[in-house]
T-cell receptor, first 115, second 113 residues
């Protein structure tokens, strides 16, 4: 089955620790995205990547970092500099890099809680 | 003003009812419009794209009014399974936005027996 996988589903972190969220897709999509969702709010874009070895900051990139070494993978690191990291993190991909009007497919998400 | 604004609801309707959601957007240069559905604690999934002439998919009808900068979603003959959060999504083009998708905060719908 083609799709997007994210792991882990739930993640607990102590303050001051960095954590990395995994996102893998086998849809052969060029573009990948990371969003954050807080209760009662819409999705906010953290980072996006349109091709391998290239990525751009979204609206709320501070305290986060990404890499795109392979087309299939786009991991997100939540660093200790992120002041309020508890949220639902969603990874997405789309088929045509740079063509934002095409459908984005989402992974099941990771719920991060900072203790 | 938010770039994409929705009435958060919640909308509580009985089975079989017709319900309509509206969404307004602030950027007149917006190019593409979508409705996504998000079930509780799940990822969003595309429900339908919204075309200039309006479009229908079974019980769902989407309309776009560019002059007034709003889109709407109409659900007829509501089912219990329609209970979810409906996200209005807009694609801006040009400037520094690079055509990114912007999501509304969502409208919660609960259909009861």
């Amino acid at each position: 089955d083609g799709g997007i996988t994210q792991s882990p589903k739930y993640l607990f972190r102590k303050e001051g620790q960095n954590v990395t969220l995994s996102c893998e897709q086998n849809l052969n999509h060029d573009a990948m995205y990371w969003y954050r969702q807080d209760p009662g709010q819409g999705l906010r874009l953290i980072y996006y990547s349109q091709i391998v070895n290239d990525f751009q900051k979204g609206d709320i990139a501070e305290g986060y970092s990404v890499s795109r070494e392979k087309k299939e993978s786009f991991p997100l690191t939540v660093t200790s500099a992120q002041k309020n990291p508890t949220a639902f993190y969603l990874c997405a991909s789309s088929g045509l890099a740079g063509i934002w009007s095409y459908e984005q497919f989402f992974g099941p998400g990771t719920r991060l809680t900072v203790l | 003003r938010k770039e994409v604004e929705q009435d958060p609801g919640p909308f509580n309707v009985p089975e079989g009812a017709t319900v309509a959601f509206n969404c307004t957007y602030s950027n007149s240069a917006s190019q593409s419009f979508f409705w996504y559905r998000q079930d509780c604690r799940k990822e969003p999934k595309l429900l339908m794209s919204v075309y200039s002439s309006g479009n229908e998919d079974g019980r769902f009808t989407a309309q776009l009014n560019r002059a007034s900068q709003y889109i709407s979603l109409l659900i007829r003959d509501s089912k219990l399974s329609d209970s979810a959060t409906y996200l209005c999504v807009v694609n801006f083009e040009g400037g520094t936005s690079y055509g990114k998708l912007t999501f509304g905060q969502g409208t919660i719908l609960t259909v009861h027996p």
